[in-house]
C-alpha cells in the first residue's frame, strides 16, 4: 500500500481523519495522541461486530503510513440518516421506524467474550462525572446495581447520524463504544443523545427542535412494539444514562443532564 492520498481528508473527526485509500476502501488515520492499543481495540470490537452478522463495514489491517496509524475500512458510499432526514423531513417516521427495527435487531444478538461489561463501564463514567454532587452520584451507582446486566449487543452511541443509507442498505457505523448488557441501557442513551439535542443549543433552529422530538417519539413506540414491555424499566435507566453521559464534558448539555440524573428515585 501507498502513501496517504495528498489534499483534504474525506473526513476530520475528534480522534482520526478518514482518507480515501485502495479502491472500496477508506484509512483511518489516528491522530498522534491516540494509542496504538486503543485502535487495536476498535479492531477488535468492529471485527466481532462483522461477525455477528450485523449491517456493518468490513474492517481491514492496522497501519503506519504518512506518520500516523491507521485502520482500513470497507468504504461505504451514501449519506447518513441525519442528512436525508433533513433533505427530506416528511420521511421521518420511516426513517424512525427503521431505526428502532435496526436497534432491535443488534439486540436480538447475545453479545461475545471480546466485549467489555456495560454495567462496568457506566459505573465507570458516573465516577467520572464531576458535576454530580456525592450525594446524587451514591444513589444513581446504587440504582445502577439494582438492575439487570443483560447479556445483549450493545452499541452505546446508537443515533441515526451513525446509520448510512448505501445502496446495498443500511450500515451502521462508529462501533467504539459497544458493549456487552443491556438493550434498555442502550436505548436510554438513544434517547439521552435526541433529547439533550433539543433541550440545548446543539440544534438552535424550532424547526428540527419539533423533527427530532417527533423522530425520537416514533422510535421509542415502534422500538417497544418490536420488543414488547420494558417501559418502566427503560424509564429507571434514563437518569443512570444521563450521570454518566455527564463525564464527556458537552459543556451545553451540563446543566440538563445534571437535572436528568437528579430524577433518580
Not at 492520498?5 to 478518514?18: C, K, M, Q, S
Not at 491516540?34 to 470490537?45: C, N, R, T, V
Not at 437518569?239 to 458537552?250: D, G, K, N
Request: glycine letters at 8%; aromatic letters at 8%.
Amino acid at each position: 500500500m501507498g502513501d496517504i492520498p495528498f489534499g483534504r481528508p474525506l473526513a476530520r473527526g475528534r480522534t482520526a481523519d478518514v482518507f480515501a485509500w485502495e479502491e472500496g476502501y477508506i484509512l483511518k488515520c489516528f491522530h498522534e495522541w491516540f494509542d496504538l492499543e486503543d485502535i487495536q481495540y476498535e479492531a477488535k470490537i468492529a471485527r466481532a461486530v462483522r461477525a455477528s452478522g450485523l449491517p456493518v463495514p468490513i474492517v481491514g489491517e492496522i497501519l503506519q503510513v504518512g506518520g500516523c496509524h491507521g485502520l482500513v475500512y470497507e468504504r461505504v458510499n451514501g449519506p447518513d440518516m441525519v442528512e436525508i432526514l433533513l433533505r427530506q423531513p416528511w420521511r421521518v417516521f420511516h426513517f424512525a421506524r427503521r431505526l428502532a427495527a435496526l436497534h432491535a435487531q443488534m439486540h436480538a444478538r447475545a453479545c461475545g467474550p471480546d466485549f467489555p461489561s456495560q454495567h462496568q463501564r457506566l459505573e465507570s463514567k458516573i465516577r467520572r462525572a464531576a458535576p454530580l454532587s456525592s450525594q446524587v452520584q451514591a444513589t444513581v451507582l446504587a440504582a445502577i446495581r439494582t438492575l439487570p446486566t443483560g447479556d445483549r449487543l450493545c452499541h452505546g452511541d446508537f443515533h441515526p447520524g451513525n446509520v448510512l443509507l448505501a445502496e446495498q442498505g443500511e450500515v451502521i457505523i462508529d462501533w467504539i463504544d459497544a458493549t456487552c448488557g443491556n438493550p434498555l441501557a442502550d436505548v436510554a442513551r438513544s434517547t439521552m443523545i435526541a433529547l439533550g439535542s433539543v433541550a440545548s443549543d446543539q440544534i438552535p433552529n424550532p424547526f428540527i427542535k419539533a423533527l427530532v422530538r417527533l423522530f425520537h417519539a416514533i422510535y421509542i413506540r415502534h422500538y417497544f412494539r418490536l420488543r414488547p414491555g420494558g417501559e418502566r424499566e427503560y424509564r429507571r435507566w434514563l437518569p443512570i444514562v444521563a450521570a454518566a453521559r455527564l463525564s464527556e464534558q458537552i459543556p451545553e448539555l451540563e446543566a440538563w443532564l445534571v437535572a436528568q440524573a437528579q430524577e433518580i428515585g
